[in-house]
């Protein structure tokens, strides 16, 4: 027989054990709820004040200290290279045996005008950093002269290379080739022989090629080099792509459109294009659109030239023009483009392989219109998309255009954020990139076995790595 005792001691243990466990389970959850009821709250304070800082003065003035770091100069190491590489292309001759550049501040040579202008950015660079060695300039810079290579951020090569083009790629009689292949021979001979080029590779060197056909001969043996370029149509992936190169624009060629009171109903032209229609290679898109809307009554899709006042026509035509055509042509790319930016006209880009200038700075989709070249192509699709924008949304990016068309604008000297002062920073912005590339090349260069001869490494020239 079962003691009483022992069955109401047993009774009352397990009753006590039910309540801790209750207890126990209670306080739980209640811990839990307010763990994250506290999580959710600061959540809510964090994205409802995103702009609140509770860091004291002290991190904040570093902070500042950093952005102002950050807007330093870049530092550019330019060769004092012969002037037939550079100003002497434009006739300019040097006073004196030890004279390589022009004294700016009292003669600058002229540029040729024309459809040279549009491929003139070296000029423009290499003045600038002629100019940054001003004394006493209060202009704000983007980039500066330095005399010590070793000090500098990247080499800067003052080869004025679509000018040499533009003027010297046809053979005279009386010659083997070209002077501008003949530059091109003594441009690799130079800067292979160079000892920064030796140190990098050629990775940290700034090379000019904005003429898709400039540089035709040299741009396979100087590919570690950053290229400045219109766009990559004409080159392999291998020598020139996103990754350690630029793309820079064209110097429009019609007329900005200053006080621009314009709007959409005064712009009567609805889509406007006019230039050279029958292209090669990625331009056939241009004669299948020229017969898809030759004859719609708002449309303006003609031929057209620089000559006989073609750039007056042209501008007048884009400034009366509400949409502007930049089509793919021998290239992916065109003057065309900054034309429109200039005019404020909204460009309609139809190019499917085209690479913008400052991309990862600016969003084109907030002042451009993008359509596939197999969708324009479609019989009615163009023309019914261009229809169907409304006038607050032209309005919107018609504002937009007046916004962003300094940073496509050419000056000397440079002004904040123009063209010239907008490549600078996107040569900055590849800086680190280019850094550890050089880096990494150096990984087994410094090597030498025991007999104190370099290794076979070593031996690899760097620009193979």
């Given at each position: ?236 992936p291998a020598v020139a792509n996103v990754e350690k190169d630029i793309i820079a624009p064209y110097k429009h060629v019609i007329k900005a459109y200053e006080n621009d009171t314009s709007g959409f109903d005064s712009r009567e032209i ?61 290239t992916p790319s065109s003057n065309r483009l900054f034309d429109a930016i200039a005019s404020h006209c909204v460009p309609v880009i139809i190019s499917d392989d085209i690479e913008l200038p400052f991309e990862d700075v600016i969003d ?102």
């Amino acid at each position: 027989m079962v003691d009483k005792n022992s069955s109401a001691i047993g009774y009352v243990a397990r009753n006590l054990l039910l309540c801790l466990f209750v207890i126990t389970t209670i306080l739980f959850a209640l811990s839990c709820y307010f763990v994250l009821r506290s999580t959710a709250h600061n959540r809510f304070l964090s994205s409802t004040f995103p702009s609140k800082s509770f860091k004291n003065d002290v991190n904040v003035k570093q902070e500042n200290e950093n952005c102002r770091c950050i807007k330093d100069p870049l530092k550019v190491y330019m060769y004092n290279m012969d002037p037939e590489f550079h100003f002497g292309l434009l006739d300019w001759k040097p006073q004196g045996k030890d004279s390589v550049w022009p004294d700016i501040q009292k003669y600058i040579p002229p540029y040729p005008g024309g459809l040279n202008l549009q491929h003139s950015i070296e000029y423009w660079l290499t003045l600038d950093l002629l100019a940054s060695e001003y004394p006493n300039s209060q202009r704000e810079i983007a980039a500066k002269r330095v005399r010590n290579s070793s000090e500098a951020d990247v080499i800067f090569v003052p080869f004025f290379s679509s000018l040499s083009y533009n003027r010297f790629s046809k053979v005279n009689p009386h010659q083997k080739t070209s002077r501008n292949k003949d530059l091109q021979g003594k441009l690799v001979s130079f800067l292979t022989g160079q000892e920064e080029w030796k140190r990098s590779g050629g990775r940290d060197h700034v090379v000019l090629a904005h003429h898709p056909n400039s540089m035709l001969d040299a741009r396979n043996k100087l590919f570690p080099a950053m290229f400045i370029l219109s766009d990559f149509g004409r080159y392999p992936p291998a020598v020139a792509n996103v990754e350690k190169d630029i793309i820079a624009p064209y110097k429009h060629v019609i007329k900005a459109y200053e006080n621009d009171t314009s709007g959409f109903d005064s712009r009567e032209i609805l889509l406007y294009f006019q230039g050279a229609i029958y292209r090669k290679d990625g331009g056939f898109v241009r004669q299948e659109l020229f017969y898809l809307l030759q004859d719609e009554k708002d449309v303006h899709f003609s031929f057209g030239s620089v000559r006989n006042g073609g750039v007056n026509k042209a501008s007048q035509g884009m400034h009366n023009s509400k949409f502007c055509l930049n089509i793919a042509g021998d290239t992916p790319s065109s003057n065309r483009l900054f034309d429109a930016i200039a005019s404020h006209c909204v460009p309609v880009i139809i190019s499917d392989d085209i690479e913008l200038p400052f991309e990862d700075v600016i969003d084109y989709s907030e002042f451009s219109v993008f359509v596939r070249t197999s969708d324009a192509l479609k019989e009615n699709f163009l023309v019914n998309l261009i229809r169907g924008i409304s006038k607050e949304e032209w309005t919107r990016m018609w504002n937009k255009l007046k916004e962003v068309e300094k940073f496509y604008e050419f000056h000397f000297p440079s002004q904040a954020d123009d063209a010239v002062q907008m490549i600078w920073q996107a040569i900055a912005r590849k800086v680190p990139g280019v850094k550890m590339r050089v880096h990494k090349s150096r990984r087994y260069s410094g090597f030498v076995s025991e007999t104190g001869k370099e290794s076979k490494w070593s031996l690899i020239p760097r620009s193979f790595w």
